[in-house]
């Protein structure tokens, strides 16, 4: 959660950047921590292009519902709620676990569309307290790999089973993504553990009733991905001949609609 705050502040000074979080550079000035020890370096641009990414589809999203509730899962110190000025008539959730969310809270208070929830996604309590009234997205962004397999696929089902109509959006790694992230130092030195590989949009839909494919994406197919810089493109390239390694982080986007009763 800080390295990715810090990727984004970091790509707000930069000379061109790819999200211009004016947030993250706010928040990363006002948090007293040795940002150094987040350990980034090439990992910026593969933090900003997915955030950018996750923007791009939310806002389809809002344009097409000026009514909706939004579920932003694992929402860490990200700004979404605020790059993105939802209307009136959107209730946005920002969803982590309580001490992120008391952090939060110092930075950007509560009101009426914007609310914090206090809890870990997979507790089955928080989903009730939120009103069921409306299309609803839920954006999970750098948070599926954090989860058990089996959490998170009843956490998906619940969000389906519970909501009228709406989206899922969320990233995840393949067995080989997982792999390599786990020996990735910057999250070691954060000491999480990493626990749900998604090998492909099949494991979703075949576990998830109700959900259709929007599209599913390498990373590198995301138009976000041409402003990361070049040397890492031409590798992406390179290894991408290799489906394992092409697929290895990937971008999902379903949709869900109830039926008429029966
Ligand atoms: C890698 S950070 C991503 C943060 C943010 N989405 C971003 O892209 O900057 C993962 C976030 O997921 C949260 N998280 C992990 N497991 C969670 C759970 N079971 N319930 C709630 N939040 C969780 C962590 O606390 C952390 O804020």
Not at 133 to 157: F, H, K, S, V
Not at 228 to 256: D, E, N
Request: proline share 6%.
């Amino acid at each position: 959660m800080l390295a990715t705050l810090y990727a984004k502040a970091l790509d707000a000074d930069a000379e061109h950047p790819v999200l211009g979080d004016t947030y993250a550079r706010d928040l990363v000035g006002r948090i007293d921590y040795d940002w150094g020890r987040t350990g980034l370096g090439a990992r910026l641009a593969a933090v900003t292009m997915r955030t950018a990414h996750f923007d791009d589809w939310a806002r389809e999203f809002l344009e097409a519902h000026d009514v909706a509730t939004v579920l932003h899962l694992g929402c860490g110190l990200d700004s979404r709620a605020f790059r993105l000025r939802p209307g009136p008539g959107v209730t946005w959730y920002d969803v982590d676990y309580p001490d992120v969310t008391a952090l939060r809270e110092r930075f950007y208070p509560p009101t009426d569309n914007y609310r914090l929830v206090p809890a870990s996604v997979t507790d089955s309590g928080w989903l009730s307290t939120i009103p069921a009234d409306r299309p609803t997205l839920m954006i999970a962004e750098g948070l599926t790999m954090y989860l058990a397999r089996d959490d998170g696929l009843t956490l998906l089902r619940r969000i389906v089973e519970g909501f009228p109509s709406g989206e899922l959006q969320f990233d995840a790694f393949n067995r080989v993504g997982l792999a390599a992230e786990s020996r990735n130092g910057v999250v070691r030195r954060s000491s999480s553990a990493l626990g749900w590989a998604v090998d492909g949009p099949a494991e979703i839909l075949a576990a998830i009733p109700g959900v259709r494919l929007i599209t599913a994406m390498p990373a590198s197919h995301a138009t976000t991905f041409a402003s990361v810089p070049r040397r890492y493109r031409v590798a992406s390239r390179i290894v991408s001949v290799i489906p394992a390694l092409k697929m290895m982080a990937q971008f999902h986007r379903y949709a869900f609609e109830k039926g008429p009763e029966a």
